[in-house]
């Protein structure tokens, strides 16, 4: 189990996206850490966990939560991650595609709800 590093909720680590920190080239050098998406969790050093999900990519920029989890200074360009989520199938029509990509995501409906009968 994971966090998200956006809404913080704790999931499977194959649900959640691996996200790296690709230092700038030289030391000292200006400009942003660049954000990059590791799906397959193969790239070296420290990493953050997000969903694949706009929300949570926009929830943890404005927690700057990538600068925490992955020790980095100074701004950082998620562009990369940004392009990679809105690359998914099936994220622009939510209502149908959603649940056939992630059905244990979209259908987690209560089990209590199941057994009405009281006492
Ligand atoms: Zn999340």
Known sequence: MRTCVGCRERAAKSDLLRIVAE????????????LTPDP???MPGRGAHLH??????ALAERRR?????LRADGPL????VQAWIDAQPGRQD???????A????????????????RP
């Open 65 to 69: 939560a990538f600068g925490r989890a």
């Open 102 to 117: 992630n059905p244990e995501r979209a259908d987690r409906s209560d089990e209590r709800s199941m057994s009405t009968q």
């Open 23 to 34: 230092p700038p080239i030289a030391a000292g050098a200006s400009g942003p850490t660049v």
């Open 52 to 57: 694949p999900d706009p929300e949570c990519l």
């Open 77 to 80: 360009d998620a562009t990369a």
């Open 40 to 42: 397959r969790g193969r």
């Open 94 to 100: 939510a209502s149908e595609h959603a649940l056939r």
